[in-house]
Structure formats: structure tokens, C-alpha cells
């Protein structure tokens, strides 16, 4: 009886932990049309990164938010959004970057939905992030910018089953 009770918990904490997934990547979401991986390690790729790095005038990668020791993934959904998912180290540093951002008028804060926060960059960006996870989407009409920001907080809370996690793409592209 107690290994029967020692197997049901078990059971139950597997699926508690799973549905409660840390891993930045359940933002992607599921049915992207395009997916790619970057290694931001690799010195090779890393200067190519100045595009990231000149547009949030990040200095310091470091004292970003960011955690460039994990991969990048850019997407594209099914509607043909284009993203980018990054891991947030801590969410304190990366809302810095963007209140900087916002302090040299290249950045206007959004709403805080669902425990996300918003910010559009270069009238074009919505950025939303959690202490997970950064996406990045666009670029974005500003009539599109609120549909966008509600899309992007489904993807922020979505469970792995809703993402590209655990699908032949993700498994391919994390097996390279």
C-alpha cells in the first residue's frame, strides 16, 4: 500500500513540475513555421548579435537581464510574426535596459498584463518579458501593437504542451 501511495505521489509531482515549467523556451510557440537556435557563446556568432545589442544599447550583456550562456531562438509563427525568445537571468536589470531605453526616447512602456510587462521599441518592437523569459515580436503596425501584446501574453504563460518544445523541429534543431 505505501509503494502504491509512494507512486501516485510521484506521479502527481512529475505532472505538477511539468505544468509548471522554468524553461524559457515554452514561450515559442507551438506550430512556428521557422525555427532557429543561436549559440550566443560562440565568439564566431556573438559579434553578428550587434543587431540585439545596438537596438536595446545594451553595453554590458552581462548587467543586461539577459542570459546570453543560453540560446537565442528566433521564430516565425503561422501568421508570419516574426520573434525572438530569449532567457531573462533577472527581469530587475532587463526593465533597466528598457527604462533606459524609454529615457532616450527609443522606448514607450506598455501595460503589465497576466504578470508581463511591455515595452515597444523603435515604434516597432513589442517586447514583453517575465522573470523567465523575453519575447521579442515584430515588426509591429501600431494598430496592431495591443493584439500583439495579447498574443504574446498567451505565449509568455503557455505550458510546454502548447510549445515547441518536445516537437520534431525543437528535437532536431536542439540534436544539431
Known amino acids: 500500500m505505501k509503494q502504491r501511495i509512494l507512486y501516485i505521489f510521484l506521479a502527481v509531482l512529475s505532472f505538477l513540475l511539468a505544468s ?7 514561450t515559442i510557440p507551438a506550430g512556428s513555421t521557422a525555427l532557429v537556435s543561436i549559440d550566443a557563446t560562440d565568439s564566431e556568432i556573438s559579434s553578428r548579435l550587434s543587431l540585439l545589442t545596438d537596438l536595446l544599447k545594451i553595453d554590458d550583456a552581462a548587467k543586461s537581464g539577459i542570459d546570453f550562456r543560453e ?9 508570419g510574426s516574426l520573434g ?3 532567457k531573462v537571468s533577472d527581469d530587475q536589470q532587463l526593465r533597466g535596459v528598457f527604462k533606459n531605453l524609454e529615457k532616450g526616447g527609443s522606448a514607450k512602456e506598455g501595460p503589465e498584463r497576466q504578470k508581463c510587462n511591455f515595452f515597444i521599441v523603435a515604434d516597432k518592437w513589442v517586447c514583453g518579458y517575465t522573470n ?10 501600431s494598430s496592431a501593437q495591443g493584439e500583439t501584446m495579447s498574443t504574446m501574453v498567451r505565449m509568455l504563460n503557455q505550458d510546454a504542451d502548447e510549445s515547441m ?3 520534431p523541429m525543437m528535437d532536431k534543431l536542439d540534436s544539431l
Open 132 to 141: 523567465k523569459a523575453l519575447l521579442m515580436m515584430g515588426p509591429v503596425l
Open 20 to 26: 509548471c515549467s522554468s524553461d524559457y523556451r515554452t
Open 71 to 79: 540560446r537565442l531562438y528566433l521564430f516565425e509563427t503561422m501568421d
Open 165 to 167: 518544445l518536445g516537437t
Open 84 to 86: 525572438l525568445c530569449a
